[in-house]
């Protein structure tokens, strides 16, 4: 994943990290017993640079895993953390967020049945009464079926040790990210890396990160050099840190921010006390430097996808002025919930909208009074969709291309009888939304010009159809 703050400062207090370890003023303690298949094996090593609330500078380290523990000559005590204050920084060293004898705990309950299972099928053999038979074909399956049941219990039992501090100093569990995931389990040693630890700590003690950085230490491997900055990883860190830092950042320099919104969450804030939390306030909160109005475009509440924001004055206006002139390219995706029979597979749609005073925030057709608004379609063919309840039908799935910015578009575009006729999937305004569902329409494509390098930046992704 894109590096979610910026690197140089703190790759500096990595590498003054890593010379304390070859010094010997930083102590690195195997605690638990190393693996055959990690002996040998480097680390990373994390710094994340912050501010606290009197503007002070404070620095995390934090080494990977759980099995490493890292502590300084001066003060070897863990606690909540390693601390040594200088005359302007001071300087933690994070614990993990679960400690390892935690975890042996949680795997123990089924860690021999799970072992013996692994010996059967690897051997390809069991006692059948007493008489050793090949295990094949339905014996086979229901062994492996047995042990994908245990494992999947006791990483169930790990996570539930999970907690992380958000963006907004709350709490939320690793079970509630799965749950964000409709259920796919993470990797184990989810919540192990460094950028999860570093994170969690900063928020839940009211500091503000301006930089981090991870850095890999140890013997070279074909994917990791020592000494060379890495990114979070996308199957661990990936999984969780959006939903930390309370966004997913897939590009960010001085000058602006791409985010993949989640559906349900604002673009900007709304009039109401209850409606403040939007991507705005979450990026403002993250970066204080930020000027106060960075938005840019919107998408609506329900629709996820790309979105730029504006740091500075400068990227604002020329960003604003490229969406004005229509030369930022979008595409969406969505999945309209029925099946359409057309002789072409794309084509445009030029359809006039106006706000339904009676109904707000609807917008209803008017050929006299509305306004123009442009969509290019193409049909990528039919897509089984599984509801939340389990059910599954038959929907399309199109690629939009808006050629205007109107108020629901594209929702109009799918569900008015002068378009096709039918609502997205999930449409709470002009179709129909399960409990649980959501609108299928994401904003999958944005292509735009930097607003001071002038080259231009393009980015790409998909959502998850189910």
């Known amino acids: 994943m894109f590096p979610p703050f910026p690197q140089e400062l703190a790759r500096h207090y990595c590498m003054e990290f890593i010379s304390g370890i070859e010094d010997g003023s930083i102590i690195l303690q195997q605690i638990s017993k190393e693996s055959e298949e990690r002996k040998g094996h480097g680390i990373m090593v994390g710094a994340l640079v912050c501010v606290n609330a009197a503007g002070e500078r404070v620095v995390l380290h934090a080494v990977s895993g759980i099995s490493v523990e890292a502590t300084t000559k001066k003060d070897p005590s863990t606690g909540s953390g390693t601390a040594e204050t200088g005359s302007r920084t001071t300087h933690i060293i994070v614990p993990p967020i679960v400690s390892e004898r935690a975890i042996a705990a949680a795997l123990a309950k089924n860690d021999k049945k799970i072992h013996e299972l692994t010996e059967q099928i690897g051997g390809g053999q069991k006692q059948i009464s007493g008489v050793p038979e090949p295990v094949e074909g339905p014996q086979m399956q229901a062994l492996i079926k047995q042990r994908t049941v245990l494992t999947d219990e006791s990483l169930s039992n790990v996570f539930d040790l999970y907690d992380f501090t958000r963006f907004d100093g709350k709490k939320i569990s690793l079970n509630e990210i799965i749950k ?10 989810t919540g192990d890396c460094c950028a999860p630890k570093l994170l969690s700590y900063a928020f839940e003690h009211g500091l503000t990160p301006i930089s981090m950085d991870e850095v890999f230490y140890g013997r070279d491997t074909p994917k990791k050099k020592s ?12 999984y969780i840190l959006p939903w930390i830092l309370g966004l997913e950042i897939l590009y960010l320099d001085s000058q602006l921010v791409v985010i993949n919104k989640p559906s349900g969450l604002l673009s900007v804030p709304g009039r109401t006390p209850d ?24 998408l609506d509440m329900e629709t996820s996808g790309l979105m730029v924001y504006a740091l500075t004055r400068e990227a604002h206006r020329n960003l604003s002025r490229q969406f004005e002139d229509g030369t930022v390219h979008k595409k969406y995706m969505a999945l309209l919930d029925g099946t359409f029979n057309h002789n072409e597979y794309k084509g445009q749609l030029q359809l006039k909208f106006r706000l339904d005073v009676n109904n707000r925030p609807h917008q209803i057709y008017d050929e006299e009074y509305g306004k123009l608004g442009i969509t290019e379609w193409k049909k990528e063919g039919t897509v089984l969709y599984t509801a939340p309840d389990g059910s599954k ?7 939009f291309t808006p050629k205007t910015g109107r108020t629901h578009q594209l929702r109009l575009a799918a569900s008015d009888p002068h378009g096709f006729g039918i609502p997205i999937v999930g449409d709470t305004l002009y179709g129909h939304c399960a409990p649980g569902e959501r609108l299928m329409l994401h904003a999958f494509e944005l292509e735009f010009k930097h607003p001071v390098s002038g080259k231009v930046m393009h980015f790409e992704k998909g959502f998850s159809i189910s």
């Not at 964000?180 to 040693?189: A, D, I, Q």
């Not at 000494?227 to 990936?238: A, I, K, L, N, V």
């Not at 409606?275 to 919107?298: A, G």
């Open 180 to 189: 964000e995931h409709k259920g796919r389990l993470p990797p184990t040693g």
């Open 227 to 238: 000494g060379t900055s890495y990114p979070p990883c996308d199957e661990r860190c990936g």
């Open 275 to 298: 409606k403040q939390d939007c991507v705005v306030s979450r990026l403002k909160k993250l970066f204080p430097h930020c000027i106060e109005q960075p938005s840019v475009h919107r």
């Open 393 to 399: 039908h038959r929907t399309t799935k199109i690629i």
